[in-house]
């Protein structure tokens, strides 16, 4: 720190010390003996701290958050009163904006600043709703410092040790309310990731506290709102049922070939030929419905589409079977009668079709339908699953990061289900 | 929600763009993704009714 | 002390000229002494020096609003227990005073004048619902001791010139009060608004450029 001509000496050792924050600090420790005093002649305590800590951030560094120059002030170490566990606030300090803290909890970093208003009350007792999102209570505690070092522009010890402080979250933000029977102090928050804190104040991110868990502000994955994903998510799935419902009723369907084959027509010839067949404008798709009369049996055909054009053949086959009887159970079918062939992208020209028939004993005859433009619906129930993979993956995750960011809170809504 | 709740999207944003400007596509061209028909393709150069595997048939 | 009228300085001899209307302290530009009032009639402030701090206003900036502009000509600092607060005294429309008040970057601006609060003072909390009239209801934020007072340039209208009085202060919305509650004297509250220092758009002010 340097810069200031302000000091004070010490009510334990004497030693001079600097005050960078000039007349605004009202607490501090001494850089000599450590302790901590009030700078105020109507408070004369001195506090000892029993254990050393050593800030990730030194004192005096200064960092660039949100576009704003903040210098480190202060260090303090606070325990939970409950559940013993504790955590490091920073105290940052800019002229032109005031205070904020740095908070770090496992690894997990929120910044923090005082607000003038009271957020907007909700319905009940543990939350409350701000700008349409509702926070929850996630905690409520009494703390103590066990450690502080540097300069504070209250009495952070005191304050602490007075206050009943609650946390309301809604993932990245948070509100934090102290309340005392002298002040309300609300404050909002927002994660900053580890890496963010190590750019803004220009310190190697592994020298910050190794990241343990969820911390109780971290966003699910990264920056989405879940209210925009599941709008964007609507509106990407009505764009597809227009398309399809465009699809569908554009289809054209045109019956390009219809026609019944006899083996008795076969003779001594191994297939059937169709007569040539034109197929008109763009690429589109065509079927071919095979229909054979069957009675517990079978059909079986290989067939080739030849574009007369250039000579380029699809080859495909098509096993048709049909069975049916009586047991236990009463009367049984399986299979069909009728098969169908699908062929995508067929581009426009001159076509026939060679069909290579095997008969069964009992089976004598087949017809085609070959139809031209024929829309299908499995694309649009394949981009479905596609299109809902990551918004699935998503609140999959979401929940199950939920449910363990929450096992850490008294408040948990997820407790009534389990 | 404001515009900058979607930069948080923008990889599904892209994918969904990618995956419906394909579904358009295979709209269009008659293009079935999963075809439980499998097909062959054979070029011949000639043009008569008898080319290809049927050349083969008919010999 | 009159407006345009000039005060010698009993200490320094400076001269110095007030610019309220109604001007009820006068601090010596030159050598920071008080300059009584010559009628006589003024207990004399239990004031502290002003401490150097990191405000970025200093007597002489200016807020520039579009309907108005104004002129820093003084200040009151209150060191409280756990905070303190700038009365910044501004001139504005021919020598009419109003408040800045100002703590670690948050702005209010009072416009009106000083007035008596006559309800019950027990209500004075933090936390608790505070009326002020039947259309404004505040809650109170804090109650803080003030430990010491320190003055620079020219103050408008100011009754409390020793430390030990108590402050609180109470909002809703951009809404505020500031009340002084002397336990010997009345209850004194401004009444006045919120509002960010951007919006009170401050030139010739301290650049602290190593903020920057």
Known sequence: ?418 | MNWDDFKGLKYYIAYAAVVIGFFVYSGATGWKWFNPTHTETEHNSGTGHHVGRSYIYHK | MQRNEVYSCPQCQALNKATLSQTSILICKSCKSLIPDPQGHQALPDASPMPEDWSFLKLGSVCDLPQQSFTIVGRCRLQLRNEYKNFWCAEYASGKALYVVESFGSFAIFLSPWADYTKNASKLRAGKSIEISSDVTLTGEYVEKCEGLSFEGELGPWAFIKPGFFVVQASTGPKTAIFFIDPKKNIDYLLGEKITSDRLNFKNTIEWNEWK
Not at chain 1, 218 to 226: C, K, T
Request: charge should be negative.
């Open chain 1, 1 to 418: 720190m340097s810069g200031s001509n302000y000091t004070l000496k010490c009510p334990k050792c004497q030693a001079v010390n600097t005050v960078r924050g000039k007349a605004m600090t009202l607490a501090m420790t001494c850089s000599s003996c450590s302790v901590y005093f009030r700078v105020g002649n109507w408070d004369k305590t001195i506090t000892p701290f029993h254990s050393a800590y050593e800030p990730a951030l030194p004192l005096g560094t200064k960092g660039k958050i949100d576009g704003v120059v903040y210098e480190v002030m202060g260090f303090t170490v606070k325990k939970e009163q409950k559940y013993k566990y504790q955590w490091r606030e920073y105290l940052l300090f800019n002229p032109f904006q005031g205070y904020a803290f740095l908070s770090e909890y496992d690894g997990h970093w929120n910044i923090i600043w005082p607000i003038e208003n009271e957020p907007t009350k909700g319905t009940t007792k543990s939350d409350f709703y701000e700008g349409g999102v509702s926070y929850q209570l996630f905690q409520k505690y009494e703390a103590k410092v066990v450690y502080a070092r540097g300069e504070f522009f209250f009495d952070v010890v005191d304050l602490t040790n007075s206050t009943l402080n609650r946390e309301y979250i809604a993932p990245p933000f948070m509100y934090a309310v102290e309340e005392s029977d002298d002040s309300v102090l609300w404050c909002k928050g927002e994660h900053i990731t580890k890496q963010e804190v190590a750019s803004a104040f220009n310190v190697q991110a592994k020298s910050l506290p190794t990241q343990k868990g969820i911390g109780y502000t971290q966003p699910v994955m990264g920056s989405i709102q879940s209210s925009t994903l599941i709008n964007f998510t609507i509106f990407v799935f009505v764009a597809l049922l227009i398309s399809q419902f465009y699809f569908s009723s554009n289809a054209e369907e045109t019956i390009v070939y219809q026609g019944t084959f006899y083996q008795s027509a076969l003779g001594d010839q191994k297939f059937f030929v169709t007569p040539s067949f034109v197929l008109e404008g763009s690429s589109k798709s065509l079927t071919i419905d095979i229909e054979a009369p069957l009675q517990n049996d079978w059909f079986f055909g290989e067939f080739s589409l030849i574009n007369e054009d250039n000579g380029t053949e699809l080859i495909f086959t098509k096993d048709i079977e049909y069975y049916e009887g009586y047991d236990d159970e009463g009367r049984w079918t399986e299979g069909s009668s009728h098969g169908e062939a699908f062929l995508s992208k067929i581009p426009a020209g001159k076509y026939h079709i060679n069909v290579y028939p095997e008969f069964s004993t009992s089976s004598h005859q087949f017809s085609l339908l070959v139809k031209r433009d024929v829309a299908t619906m499995s694309n649009f129930f394949l981009a479905f699953v596609v299109l809902a993979l990551f918004p699935a993956g998503y609140f999959i995750r979401k929940n199950l990061m939920e449910r363990k960011r929450w096992s850490e809170s008294d408040y948990s809504p997820y407790d009534s289900y389990e």
